[in-house]
């Protein structure tokens, strides 16, 4: 139990275009997903909280205009990257929590999306 | 002070060996804890949580946490190469978020 897919699993863009990634929690269900980033050599940076049918909380210096999140079901989040740069390149990984087991907060991981920004 | 701490290392030990990995928190508050271990490349994964002060043991791994002292560790025993990762210590405080640690890179050498 407590499989995250992310698709893709590597994209490789052009300089000002918006790349989506997917999340889906495959037997479970999580109100809550997460959005991590993380450059080579370094720790996970939380991007944003992801809340199934309301709008997602970003944290401090994250911009929400440019890192777009919908949780349109308790399955699916995406994170789409507008106008990417190559500043932009990292690993972006996905967690998910499990909203039956509420006593508990462990965060699944998805297999973490690499994208590159020519 | 960062809310949760770790030793980057890297730990080098040799097969067959304990290796001990330990963190530290700052918030009182925080309630449960994880172990995560994350291979160069790949995305973390969970391998050990733990609630209440005392250790947990699942196969060769054990967690032992200590509120009072704001210290939680891990434990491999009968270390492998394939042990060789780096292992994210986080905490949780309360609503929905993880803190995580900056974790510690672990070698076994064989």
């Known amino acids: 139990g407590a499989v995250v897919s992310q698709h893709p699993s590597w994209v490789i863009c052009k300089s000002g275009t918006s790349v989506k990634i997917e999340c889906r929690s495959l037997?479970?269900?999580?109100?809550?997903m997460f959005w991590y980033r993380q450059f080579p050599k370094q720790s996970l940076m939380l991007m944003a909280t992801?809340?199934?049918?309301?709008?997602?909380?970003?944290e401090q210096g994250v911009e929400k205009d440019k890192f777009l999140i919908n949780h349109a079901s308790l399955t699916l989040s995406t994170l789409t990257v507008t106008s990417a740069h190559p500043e932009d390149s990292s690993f972006y990984i996905c967690s998910a929590r499990d909203s039956r087991v509420s006593s508990y907060n462990e965060q699944f991981f998805g297999p973490g999306t690499r994208l590159t920004v020519l | 002070q960062k809310e949760v701490e770790q030793n980057s290392g890297p730990l080098s030990v040799p097969e067959g060996a304990i290796a001990s990995l330990n963190c530290t928190y700052s918030d009182r508050g925080s309630q449960s804890f994880f172990w995560y271990r994350q291979y160069s490349g790949k995305s973390p994964e969970l391998i050990m949580s733990?609630?209440?002060?005392g250790d947990k043991e699942d196969g060769r791994f054990t967690a032992q946490l200590n509120k009072a002292s704001q210290y939680v560790s891990l434990l491999i025993r009968d270390s492998q190469p394939s042990d060789s990762a780096t292992y994210l210590c986080?905490?949780?405080?309360?609503?929905?978020?993880?803190?995580f640690g900056a974790g510690t890179i672990l070698r076994v050498k064989s």
């Open positions: 992801s809340n199934e049918g309301s709008k997602a909380t970003y």
């Open positions: 037997d479970f269900q999580a109100t809550t």
């Open positions: 733990i609630y209440s002060n």
């Open positions: 986080a905490s949780h405080r309360g609503g929905n978020k993880l803190v």
